[in-house]
């Protein structure tokens, strides 16, 4: 008697009748039927069992979804730094002149910031704005007198609008793009943000489409020229071929600190004027004319008070507005670097240098877990093994570190057992141009790209730059040679 499938696999039913024959004849049917399969495959004959549609129908299919799911290449087809004028360039002399005229700093911070100066390895010729060097001159109705430094908005969009114009009407005549061309445009300066936005002042300079994608970041520190690039990679994305163009400044004209407190003083000896636009493209076919490619891009945010306060923009007791440093940022600092490396290092660093990190990680992790089980007395007599610094001059070729300070490039030339060839495009950065915020790992890339003959640049090399900004963020990025 045939056996009744029951409603519990068909609600809808009371019963469905099918026989224990019924099932072993579909059963062997379709053991037969994979029995062929793989007899044809085997053979190699060709999947007889398809027809040539069903064959060029399922290629099509399969690499259309690999180029559906695969992002698009990221090109760099140029990018230019901002170069100085004569008249904005001043030596260390000069710049201690200029802050005993604004006649509010004690003889001590005069002291404090004269040894900081002499310290921070910048050269007799890095840049300050107009804005802030007309006190060096004589003032035309008092010429006994000297001029007050202009810290005024009109002051400072003049500045942005120097720098910001010269440095993208430079990278698009390099990359040969007109302005109309522009997808999406970036501008990141972090401790200026003017309405209307520094986006809108370019693109109603430069003409651009009234429906480019425009992006202004500001707050985000010396990091922020990765973090856009990693936002444009983002937004060119998938989508059809696109450019965009990424600004990167700092403007310096109303950010001079004019109290005496330590914390604050140090951004009136660091910082100076300097820009950089880079024009990124995803279209296949600038692949033949690009200048670099990116690979990866790795950005860490720092976690609890001590990272946001680390590099903090507030007034000091006497209202006076700046922004302070903390004695923790060196601290707070490698720790972002650390996690920063730790996601970068398996995308840049060969096998046999990952697996020392995890065999380091295993070991430490052992040692660890016997002490524990043993005691402190045999705990002590246990081996102790430091953490593996993996050596990334296995993976990089060229290290672009940002030119934070001599004290910033020194501690990560030490950290990663660079030579001084790795560390010689940041300082010389440093020395020419001063820490221009998050444009400085471009001056950088700019020593590399032109002129240096110790580590030349070759085809097929990757370059890394690294940089750190408040929040507290380390961001990376890694490009190849095309």
């Known amino acids: 008697m045939p056996h009744i499938i029951s409603h519990d696999l068909f609600p809808g039913d009371q019963g469905v009748p099918i026989s224990i024959e019924t099932v072993s004849v579909v059963a062997l ?28 129908t399922a290629l099509i299919l399969v690499v259309g979804g690999w180029m559906i799911r695969r992002d698009s290449p990221i090109y760099m087809l140029s990018f230019a730094t901002f170069k100085a004028p004569e008249d904005w360039k001043c030596d260390q002399d000069e710049i201690m002149t200029m802050m005993k005229r604004q006649k509010c700093f004690t003889q001590e911070s005069l002291n404090f910031m004269r040894r900081i100066l002499d310290r921070s390895g910048t050269g007799p010729a890095t840049a300050w704005p107009p804005g802030i060097t007309q006190c060096l001159k004589p003032d035309p109705e008092n010429p006994s007198d000297h001029l007050m430094a202009d810290r005024s908005i009109d002051a400072s969009r003049k500045e942005a609008q120097i720098v910001i114009f010269d440095v993208v009407e430079k990278a698009l005549k390099e990359a040969n793009v007109k302005p109309r061309d522009i997808d999406v445009l970036i501008v990141n300066c972090s401790l200026f943000s003017p309405t209307p936005s520094l986006c809108a002042m370019v693109v109603s300079q430069f003409g651009m489409r009234s429906d480019v994608e425009t992006y202004n970041l500001s707050g985000m520190g010396c990091s922020a020229s990765l973090i856009s690039v990693d936002l444009a990679k983002k937004l060119l994305g998938r989508k059809g071929s696109r450019k965009a163009l990424v600004v990167s400044t ?23 004027c300097g820009g950089a636009a880079i024009v990124l493209s995803n279209n296949w076919l600038d692949g033949r004319r690009a200048w670099y490619k990116l690979l990866h891009t790795v950005r860490v945010q720092g976690s609890g008070q001590a990272a946001y306060e680390c590099v903090y923009e507030t007034e000091d007791t006497k ?6 440093l903390s004695k923790d940022i060196v601290k707070v600092a490698g720790k972002t670097m650390e996690k920063n490396f730790t996601m970068l290092g398996p995308s840049v660093l060969p096998v046999t240098e990952q697996a020392l ?9 052992l040692l660890k877990s016997i002490g524990n089980a043993v005691g402190e007395e045999t705990a002590a007599k246990l081996p102790k093994v430091k953490p593996y610094v993996p050596d990334f001059k296995r993976g990089i070729d060229h290290f672009c570190i940002h030119a934070g300070g001599r004290a910033v490039i020194d501690g990560i030339e030490k950290n990663l057992k660079l030579e001084e060839y790795h560390t010689e495009p940041s300082r010389k950065a440093l020395y020419n141009y001063g820490n221009t915020s998050s444009s400085s790992i471009w001056y950088e890339l700019e020593y590399i790209h032109y002129e240096q003959k110790t580590n030349p640049l070759k085809k097929g090399d990757r370059i890394m730059q690294v940089a750190f900004g408040s929040g507290f963020k380390c961001t990376s990025g890694v490009w190849l040679k095309v």
């Open 29 to 56: 049917a379709v053991k037969e039927l994979l029995v062929r399969l793989y007899v044809s495959i085997a053979e190699s004959d060709g999947f007889d069992i398809f027809s040539p549609a069903v064959k060029t």
């Open 250 to 272: 700092e403007v310096i004209t109303p950010n001079l600190y004019h109290g005496n407190e330590r914390g604050f003083l140090i951004q009136n000896t660091l910082f100076r």
């Open 319 to 324: 209202g006076e507005r700046g922004v302070r």
């Open 357 to 365: 990190v995890v065999w380091s990680i295993v070991v430490r992790f």
